[in-house]
Structure formats: C-alpha cells, structure tokens
C-alpha cells in the first residue's frame, strides 16, 4: 500500500482546500480511510472518517459542517474537501487506511499512513 496525500497549501481564513489520498499500490475499496492531523506543538488528532461503502461518515466536533470526506472507489482515492478553514485547522494532514471496512476515529485501528499535506490558514 502506498498512501499519496496531496491537495495541502497556504489559504486564508474563510477559503477552501480539497485535500486528496490516493492508493498507487493496492485498492482500498474494502477499506475504511481516514483523516488525522498534527498541528505545531500538539498531538495527532482524527478528522474524518469513511466507511468501505462510502455511506457511513463521521467527523470531528472542529471541524463538523465544514468539511467533508468522500471516496471514490473506482480511482482509489479519497478525499477531504475543507471549507470555512479556520488557523486552527493549521497542520499536516495524513490519511490512512483502517483494517476495518466500517468507519471509525481510533488511530489504532488504521494500518497504512501516508506521508502527509501541510495546510496552512492565515488569519
């Protein structure tokens, strides 16, 4: 599995981002695929999650109704549309692959990481 996150930048308060996560080695259609994040000085935190077939979704408390995961299977990608983004949504953004098909926000439960996006908001 080879995780490619892409899709980070430099946007002001109020703008908008999509990050992607795409799978170059191995389909993860049977999968669950999530979102964390680390911001400066603190501790990797999860954003979104998606389940295998797409339907189930659940997201953080920040970032509820500002962002959202989608997947489509058939290109092996995944992605985070991110809205409204505020500086505190400031970090690196890694996507990873559960072991599970069902969705879920424990980090012990994904299997593959990729390397990560930096999205930077300024005020």
């Known amino acids: 599995v080879q995780l490619q996150a892409s899709g980070g930048g430099l946007v002001q308060t109020g703008g908008s981002l999509r990050l992607s996560c795409a799978n170059s080695?191995?389909?993860?259609?049977?999968?669950?695929v999530g979102w964390f994040r680390r911001a400066p000085g603190k501790e990797r935190e999860f954003v979104a999650t998606i389940a295998w077939r797409g339907g189930d979704t659940y997201y953080a408390e920040s970032v509820k109704g500002r962002f959202t995961i989608s997947r489509d299977n058939a290109k092996n990608t995944v992605y985070l549309q991110m809205n409204e983004l505020k500086p505190e949504d400031t970090a690196v953004y890694y996507c990873a692959v559960s072991r599970y098909s069902s969705a879920t926000s424990q980090a012990s439960h994904y299997q593959y990481w990729g390397q990560g996006t930096l999205v930077t908001v300024s005020s």
């Open positions: 080695k191995r389909t993860f259609s049977n999968n669950a």
